[in-house]
């Protein structure tokens, strides 16, 4: 049993006040909560450094699991009462020092950010000295953990925000937010932009909602609002063990992004091709003119951002593609309850020849592939389906059907040429011939079965064994 957490983002209208959106003073109060809430963490962060063996205190409990007595560190709900009792003026505790009253220094403010506020500080000063302890450990002279930063966007607790999708016009949907006007904490109400597919995902069954983040840019202010389920996911080992286990295999590249394959006892079911549509040499055409309008330019000056349109084009481009293909992935897995998911092991790979431009190509295309695995990973698992990475060793180079070394070949002028990055293979030994980049998918689900051309790292290939679990109704390969 697992969770797992996505997000929709529900933007802020900030269009002309004509056009129906937030007028200059509601955006400024925005703008003045986020400051009071960074202010009062800068309080708690402090407080809570000045204080730094109140982490490591031990209560003893009563665990029904063990049946016996146990010691553990306070939790973020123990330290939250304990911060408040000695920061905050009650009728209980009345007596606070002046240097540590947080309702001298933040009078009005609601309860609920204030908590909001104390959670974040736990969390931000926690892991500075988790960091801090296996840096001293260490025993190294440099990379010493910096003192925790206390800015971050506002999360909007139960009793701050209201927002109801249901019989509300699209058009002019609102949502209604505690803010600081300057003077006091009020209720402000924000248009707010959102759709249909952002309705009905709010609204899906199963998916229990969070608190909502605020973002505040510099050109956009949205809502980010999380929601988690719990899922049922094997481990690797044991889902090994089942006769009947589904493997999805994918194959990054550059002009075929992803090539899927799934496969059930040794027999390929469904394969699934997902171009480029031109992303490639699109990205290259963009490259070449910044790389032009460096040579004219010459040396960019410091604190400059160049050609920053381009670059933000480059950037968007590539996280729509990611996004869109690792869709496609999850939506494979989804058919297949309980699968496993492979990817090759991705590492650092040189960037090849060639001029400038072409080499941040390469780059920019090995980013791509380590983003479509991350986000396929994350949206996969909403299905039960785990992830898993493989030795990268031969799956370009050896056969899927008979583990034999075979070579990879383009056609020429009708002529047959053999080049390393061909787009199709053959093998020698048993004559297949097919897709270079399907053979390369299907070699992933033999690297994870450790059939074939799989080798221990480092280590020389040991001689060619028929798979056990395929010894019997072995299927050929299409």
Known sequence: MAETIRSTKIEIDLDDRDAGGANIQKRKCLEL???????????????????????????????????????????????LAWAESITVSTREHPDVLDEQNFSLKFSGMPVVYRRSVINDAIGKVRSYLSHLKKWEKSGEGKGK???????????????????????????????????????????????????????????????ETKSPKLVIGAKKIFLSVPQAREVRARKVEESKLDPELVTVGVDLNV??????????????????????????????????????????????????????RLWSHIKRTNLDFAHKVSRKIADVCAKYPRCVLIFERLGRSGHGKGGKARRINRKQANQLRGLIRDLSKHK??????????????????????????????????GKRVKRGWGKLFYCPHCGYEVNADFNASVNVHHSFY???????????????????????GWEKLP
């Open 33 to 79: 909560t986020q400051k009071i809430l960074n202010e009062a963490r800068v309080f708690y962060v402090t407080f809570f450094l000045s204080l730094p063996e109140k982490f490591d205190e031990r209560i003893t409990y009563y665990s029904e699991k063990h049946g016996e007595y146990r010691e553990r560190k306070l939790n973020s709900k123990e330290l």
């Open 145 to 207: 953990p910096g003192w925790p930063k206390a800015d971050n966007y506002p999360v909007l607790y139960k009793g701050t925000y209201s927002l109801q999708l249901i019989g509300l016009d699209r058009k002019g949907s609102f949502v209604r937010i505690k803010v600081f006007d300057g003077s006091k904490w009020v209720w402000v109400n924000y248009p707010v932009k959102i759709g249909r597919w952002q309705e009905k995902r709010l609204a899906e069954p199963g998916w």
């Open 255 to 308: 002009k075929n992004l992803a090539v899927v394959t799934v496969m059930k006892s040794g027999k390929v079911i469904e394969t699934v091709f997902i171009k480029d549509s031109g992303l490639d040499r699109h990205r290259y055409l963009h490259l070449k003119l910044i790389s032009k309008h460096q040579r004219q330019s010459g040396k960019a000056v410091r604190g400059e951002r160049f050609d920053w």
């Open 380 to 413: 996969a698992f909403q299905y039960g389906t785990v992830t898993v990475e493989t030795d990268p060793h031969g799956t370009s180079h050896y056969c899927a059907r008979c583990g034999e070394k075979g070579e990879r070949f383009s056609f020429k002028n």
């Open 450 to 472: 450790r059939e074939y051309h799989w080798r221990i790292e480092g280590k020389a290939r040991s001689g060619l064994k028929r798979p056990a679990r395929l010894q019997a």
